[in-house]
């Protein structure tokens, strides 16, 4: 089974904001870069878009190593989320789960491999955290960019 080892990161400036996410998937010296953007965002769903995307671009079941600094995002898939489901998507309050569309997503394609999910803290000087982070950051700079020029 091929080893992937996957960085991943999301950013949003204000919260809800103008929001990016990165992911980079390395195997082996094979290396991909995956980034994106969206308009009205929060941070925690740019975190979740970025393990999902990382996650989806795999053509074939893998041994991941999937690096966030998000505890939302480590803390949700291996603590969270049997709960989520066996309530039928409600929190221990009986409330809706946030971002319950993007959880489920990650929960099916996390299904299909085998993951070892680790938290790395951020803005640490870490390689791989560091270099997602600012992969997401651009993918905001291009959005806003490409925004104000449509504008003028």
């Not at 089974?1 to 950013?11: C, P, Q, Y």
């Not at 893998?62 to 989520?84: A, F, I, M, N, Q």
């Not at 993007?102 to 390689?127: K, Y």
């Amino acid at each position: 089974m091929t080893r992937v080892e996957i960085w991943t990161d999301g950013a949003c400036r204000g919260n809800p904001g103008p929001g990016g996410w990165a992911a980079v998937l390395i195997a082996g010296e094979r290396e991909k870069i995956l980034k994106g953007a969206a308009e009205h965002t929060t941070n925690n769903r740019m975190e979740l878009t970025a393990a999902i995307r990382g996650l989806e671009a795999l053509r074939r079941r893998c041994h991941v190593r999937l690096h966030t600094d998000s505890e939302y995002v480590k803390r949700g898939v291996t603590e969270w989320l049997p709960d989520w489901k066996r309530r039928g998507w409600k929190t221990s309050a009986r409330k809706p789960v946030k971002n319950a569309d993007l959880w489920q997503e990650l929960d099916a394609l996390a299904q299909r491999h085998e993951i070892e999910w680790r938290w790395v803290r951020g803005h640490a000087g870490i390689a791989g955290n560091e270099r997602v982070d600012r992969l997401a950051n651009e993918a905001i700079d291009e959005l806003v960019r490409f925004d104000a020029s449509d504008r003028s």
